[in-house]
Nanobody
Framework: VQLQASGGGLVQAGGSLRLSCAAS?????????MGWFRQAPGKEREGVSC????????FYGDSVKGRFAISTDNAKNTMYLQMTSLEPEDTGVYFC??????????????????WGQGTLVTVSS
């Protein structure tokens, strides 16, 4: 699976951004779990959101619940992360990832073998 993330940029606090992750080599209609992660300078990679194609279940990290929304467009084989009410603490490099299955939690980065390059999100105060 090849993944290409895009859509990052500079936004003021309270603003919105939509990230995209285009996939090739595997379709979202097949058995796959997709996730978004972020990493701020000096911090560990953090699970932001994930979605399973098996049952369309979605999960969110506590810090983004109610503000971010994950979705997919199977026709475009693209995953999205709609981010609203952005805060300076949301600043970081955002990565998309994919796996055929997960064990403990799809918000754990060690569950994913396939990663896209990151896209930088900067939220100014």
């Amino acid at each position: 699976v090849q993944l290409q993330a895009s859509g990052g940029g500079l936004v003021q606090a309270g603003g919105s951004l939509r990230l995209s992750c285009a996939a090739s080599g595997r379709t979202f209609s097949s058995s796959i779990v997709m996730g978004w992660f972020r990493q701020a300078p000096g911090k560990e990679r953090e699970g932001v959101s994930c979605m399973s194609s098996y049952d369309r279940s979605t999960f969110y990290g506590d810090s983004v619940k109610g503000r971010f929304a994950i979705s997919t467009d199977n026709a475009k084989n693209t995953m999205y992360l709609q981010m609203t009410s952005l805060e300076p603490e949301d600043t970081g490099v955002y990565f998309c990832a994919a796996t055929e299955w997960y064990g403990t939690s799809c918000l754990r980065s060690d569950e994913y073998p396939y990663w896209g390059q990151g896209t930088l999100v900067t939220v100014s105060s």
